[in-house]
């Protein structure tokens, strides 16, 4: 039922005044009906038909009673309006036709069932009838203020436990005084720098933005040389190497390998691997790989970026000239010892099959063959292999490159073919 | 740097000069030299720089602003970018950037200091062995200082290891620069030069590490190194109390911190203000909740008193100088101070501490201002949270009041046969909250969305099977295992693995209750069953879930599975604590010498306090539960069962419930003879006085079925 059943006083006086103790004694349902729509609106008929559902709530109801609503309910007549409520409640049900109210219990049943169990329950009051004095008075603080008692509703209701306050073992903020003072510094370099410094980091500017020529070049490599700690000075920062080594390779060697000992160097060389492979950074890899011991995965992803590199490349005269390159530079890595071939066999593999037109790269697939045969366990999976595949269709080089474990076998006869 | 002549013998002479006068304090002498200077070199940055350090000394650190200032054009001489993404160009701006930093640091602007310092230490192996190792030290215990502000233990750890290993070890004084070492020497008030001398700054440093990190083993061994060394250092007794604090011996903590509050310290920090909030730390842990919450108003009385005086001070000052405030707001006092007010540690504190004492609203006012520094501790929500719930229901046993009790019957009206007895509207009544949730407000709203930002705060950790925890016990070096979590809850300790776990399952339980209390069914549901499926949780957590999953099913009316979840059988145990409590067996051990009975157990009581009531209430449930469903019988079974348990006076549901059984089942006189019992107020005598004498004797307290 609405929230908003609370009558005002004045509409209460009028309901109580339409269904009066004299009303309902004398007059016919008809006319408590003229008179009732006399003092309510349409939308107001809701609401009293709240308050008329509670008359029969509580307390029981007589047979005669029951009759009635039923046929309130089921199929109102012309005639039962004719009477009044007085006549009703005198009338003999006994022999009324056989009136059934199971019907409409069923219904009531059946639109109960339809809504969960916790909103079924409807409130019920216990209006009065005889003294009209108290009785109005009742039903004034039932029906009437702004929260009427009537809307009260009865249910089973849980009991609710809020939950402990959590317990934490150290959560409150303990505070510790500081040890140390915390002071401005003072900037002990000044006045004491010499200007062979000055002239370094001038050179180093230089070199950042176009080719040093060799007298310069010399004397910047001769400072650093003679001051192991001056490379701090010079104003390299990892982002800024990219722009040394396409200018002054050279240069950038020699500072890298200076910075050897830093503990930046691992993001020198994450720069490095990362940029855009060239023929100078590549003579930067190449020189560094063989001054010093530099950790596998970085070369593995120089490697395969030089790889992408090559493989991505619209031009074709520059794609010819950077896989001649890649192919001499792992050729010189392999031969030298610097990488273990098994580690990246398949990638490089797949490389000179799709470049096999250039001579280069089938060279180094050569190199990589006769390396990959010494190994007598590769070479007995590689026989087995090509029994199986032998006497398949002819295979071209791209498919091959799609299996995983290329057939060395079959795979110089393919070559041999494409290179004829 | 842009130097354009080169240096003359004199100017040297100049520096080295000031150098000395520097570092003997004699900062009006150095202005003097500096000032000589400035007129030889006034474009050389590294004059302007230290002129404007001279400066900012001369005026007893309390030029802030006007340093800033100078150092930011400082940099642009020198092209120096200190917020740039890229790192430091020339070791020799080192010195900017850590200037830079340590003004930062005393804002308190913690973490963009430490952004700075992070592109300082590529350099500091060469910035120590180009010769200035001052400031080499300098930069790296600010860096450990820094990791410690920002509640990153593990980092600072990392660091004093690789101080030790790299910058301690092996390291004799460079020969180069002799003249600066010959400076050195003549200056006898500067001490701490000596690499050797860090071991104790050090020491001090590593425990404040192993403290933050509550590896407690290894801090033992280090405290001990610490006490026999410099047990008079102010910081080394307030960390040995706090050692003792953590592991439980809070005794020992408090006699540790002394009676006599302290003065201030020359690092501007004010001990009393410490002292005092320790001192609540350790009564909160004592459960003496209205003492702890003494200790921490008087902490917050002292420091606005300091905060106060200082301002005082610094209106005066700059009335000296002739500055009227207006822009300039940095200035006036010293540097070391600004960040001297620990105004929002100590709410936080007293918010927890004064909901220990069950003052949800005031808890909630302190807690609600340190939100909003804090945001990212998760603990915090939890007890913002907290308080909504404690405001909306004070107490488990709040049915159990008389005033409860008596709205039971609103009251009656008329007379006579006129007479009606008006019932009252239940005790569960949706007390919608006015305005929106996104105030903050101590309403249930309010809660659920302080719930879901702890949730979404926990929701980066990984839930740990119950065999983590062994690991993440603290390993011999000290250093915690790889699997260990340490999650950041500002301004307390860092959590690990098992006290996230913890948190979580609060943060799930009181999810579910405020969900429910907002007739969020489904949520509820949600929750206490994403609850129940965590390995450890306390028993009353598993009680509750349980509960709440029944009443969630019965109003989803899915009555049928929420009595499942009702059955009291189920219940065993209704403790607040984690069954193994896995505390330390020396933390044990001590707990039981001490022989404390009010240490061990639950911060604040919470009801049901034993099994017997637990139980009654959860078959009181299962009473509506079935009485909802339309099975009286069993319903008026159940609820007379659990009324001869549930303890006295009995909640007001019962009485409801028993009302409307007999009502719903016409059983008026009972009803009758009920509310004549126990709401006598409301019921003239002469109505009742045959239902009396029909049942003489009858229990009152227990309804037996008829």
């Known amino acids: 039922m609405g929230s908003n059943m609370a009558l005002s006083l004045k509409e209460l006086a009028s309901l109580l005044s339409v269904l009066s103790e004299d009303a309902t004694q004398t007059q016919s349902f008809e006319q408590i009906a003229t008179s009732f729509h006399h003092y309510f609106q349409k939308q107001d008929h809701f609401k009293e038909a709240g308050q008329y559902d509670l008359h029969w709530a509580i307390p029981a109801i007589t047979p005669a009673e029951k009759y009635f609503l039923s046929q309130l309910i089921s199929s109102p007549t012309k005639e039962m309006f004719k009477k009044t409520p007085t006549q009703i409640i005198q009338m003999d049900v006994g022999n009324m036709q056989n009136f059934d109210v199971s019907g409409l219990m069923l219904a009531l049943t059946e639109r109960h069932s339809e809504m969960p169990a916790m909103s079924k329950f409807e409130q019920f009051g216990k209006p009065g009838q005889i003294n009209p004095d108290v009785q109005r008075h009742c039903m004034e603080e039932l029906f009437t203020n702004n929260k009427p008692p009537v809307e009260n509703c009865m249910r089973p209701e849980f009991i609710r436990l809020a939950p402990p306050l959590h317990i934490a073992e150290d959560e409150l903020c303990w505070l510790n005084p500081t040890d140390v003072e915390y002071n401005i510094g003072w900037d002990t370099t000044m006045c004491v720098s010499s200007s062979v410094g000055t002239e370094v980091r001038r050179l180093m500017a230089k070199a950042f933005k176009g080719p040093l020529n060799p007298q310069q070049s010399q004397q910047l490599l001769a400072e650093l040389e003679k001051d192991p700690k001056l490379v701090y000075h010079i104003g390299l920062t990892p982002t800024k190497l990219p722009d040394v080594v396409e200018n002054n390779p050279i240069v950038a060697i020699e500072v890298l390998l200076k910075l050897m000992q830093s503990n930046q160097i691992t993001e020198y060389f994450s720069v490095l691997v990362n940029m855009e492979m060239s023929l100078h950074s590549m003579e930067v890899v190449n020189r560094l790989t063989t001054a010093v011991e530099l950790p596998s995965e970085f070369i593995h992803l120089y490697i395969s970026n030089c790889i992408t590199t090559c493989e991505t490349i619209k031009d074709r005269y520059m794609q010819n000239r950077l896989v001649r390159l890649v192919c001499v530079f792992l050729q010189s890595l392999i031969r030298n010892k610097i990488i273990d071939v098994k580690d990246i066999f398949i990638e490089v593999q797949a490389f000179c099959i799709e470049f096999s037109r250039i001579r280069e790269a089938a060279g180094l697939f050569r190199l990589l063959k006769s390396l990959d045969s010494e190994d007598p366990k590769a070479v007995a999976q590689a026989k087995a292999i090509s029994k199986r595949t032998l006497d398949g269709p002819w295979i071209t080089a791209t498919f091959i490159d799609e299996l995983f474990l290329p057939v060395s076998e079959l795979l110089k006869s393919a070559f041999s073919e494409v290179s004829a | ?706």
């Open chain 2, 1 to 706: 740097m842009g130097e354009n002549a080169q240096v003359t013998e004199q100017q040297k002479e100049l520096a080295t000069l000031a150098m000395q006068e520097f570092d003997r304090k004699q900062f009006t002498s150095c202005c003097n030299i500096m000032n000589k200077l400035m007129v030889l070199r006034g474009n050389d940055p590294r004059v302007v720089h230290n002129k404007a350090v001279a400066d900012f000394c001369l005026s007893g650190s309390q030029s802030t602003d006007d340093f800033r200032q100078s150092l930011a054009n400082v940099c642009q001489m020198a092209h120096v970018n200190l917020d740039s993404g890229e790192g430091l160009e020339d070791v020799d701006h080192s010195v900017l950037f850590y200037n830079q930093a340590i003004i930062l640091y005393h804002l308190r602007q913690n973490r963009a200091s430490l952004a700075i310092l992070d592109k300082l230490f590529p350099f500091i192996d060469p910035l120590s062995s180009t010769g200035d190792e001052g400031l080499c030290k300098k930069v790296l215990l600010l860096q450990v200082e820094l990791y410690l502000c920002t509640y990153q233990p593990e980092k600072a750890m990392g660091l004093l290891t690789y101080i030790e290993k790299n910058v301690l070890n092996g390291r004799i004084t460079t020969e180069r620069e002799p003249g600066r070492e010959e400076g050195k020497e003549g200056s006898p008030s500067n001490t701490e030069s000596s690499w050797e001398n860090w071991r104790p700054m050090l020491s001090v440093f590593k425990t404040r590490c192993l403290v933050m990190m509550k590896s407690l083993k290894a801090c033992k061994r280090e405290i001990k190194a610490l006490m026999n060394v410099q047990s008079s250092n102010t910081s080394v007794v307030f960390l040995k109390a706090n050692f003792e604090y953590l592991r439980g011996n809070y005794r020992k903590a408090m006699k540790m911190l002394g009676s006599g509050p302290q003065m201030h310290t020359d690092k501007g920090e004010c001990l009393t203000v410490m002292h005092y909030n320790n001192m609540g730390c350790v009564h909160f842990h004592l459960r003496k909740h209205h003492l702890g919450a003494f200790y921490f108003r008087k902490a917050l009385q002292e420091n606005e008193n300091v905060v106060r005086e200082m301002r005082r001070s610094t209106d005066q000052n700059r009335q000296h100088a002739g500055d009227n405030g207006g822009s300039l707001t940095l200035s006036g006092r010293p540097l070391h101070c600004l960040g001297m007010s620990r105004h929002f540690e100590l709410m936080y504190n007293m918010g927890i501490e004064l909901l220990h004492c069950g003052k949800a609203m005031p808890a909630f006012e302190c807690l609600i201002e340190a939100v909003q520094i804090y945001q990212v501790n998760p603990h915090l929500w939890l007890r913002l949270a907290e308080c909504c719930i404690m405001a909306y229901r004070e107490n488990n046993d709040d049915d159990r009041k008389l005033q409860k009790r008596q709205e039971v019957i609103q009251g009656s009206v008329g007379s006579g046969v006129h007479r009606k007895l008006i019932m009252g509207p239940g005790v569960n009544q949706d007390k919608n909250s006015v305005g929106t949730p996104a105030i903050p407000a101590a309403t249930l709203e309010f809660a659920s969305l302080c719930l879901r930002n702890a949730l979404q705060l926990l929701s980066g950790v990984p839930e740990t099977s119950p065999t983590d925890t062994s690991q993440n016990e603290d390993k011999e070096d000290g250093k915690l295992g790889p699997e260990a979590v340490l999650l950041q809850a500002p301004p307390g300790n860092p959590m690990r693995a098992p006290e996230v776990h913890n948190l979580r399952c609060s943060v799930l339980c009181a999810s579910s209750y405020v969900a429910l209390c907002l007739n969020d069914y489904t949520m509820a549901l949600e929750y206490a069953g994403t609850l129940l499926k965590l390995p450890r949780i306390s028993g009353a957590q598993s009680y509750l879930a349980h509960m709440y999953m029944g009443e969630a099913l019965v109003s989803l009316d899915r009555i049928a599975d929420g009595i499942q979840h009702l059955n009291p059988d189920l219940v065993t145990d209704v403790a607040t604590t984690l069954p193994d409590n896995k505390l330390d067996p020396e933390k044990t051990e001590k707990l039981e010498k001490e022989s404390d009975p009010e240490i061990k157990g639950a911060f604040y009581p919470w009801c049901p306090r034993d099994v017997r009531t637990a139980k009654a209430i959860i078959q009181y449930n299962l009473a509506a539960a079935h009485a909802v469903r339309g099975e009286y019988d069993k319903a008026t079974n159940y609820l007379a069962e659990s009324s001869k348990f549930i303890g006295a006076p009995l909640p007001a549901q019962m009485y409801f419930l028993k009302l409307y059984l007999d009502l719903i089942e016409g059983r008026r006189k009972m009803a009758q003879f009920v509310i004549k019992e126990h709401f006598g107020h409301v019921t003239p005598n002469r109505i009742d006085m045959k239902v009396a004498s029909m049942k003489p004797g009858g229990n009152t307290s227990t309804w037996n079925t008829e």
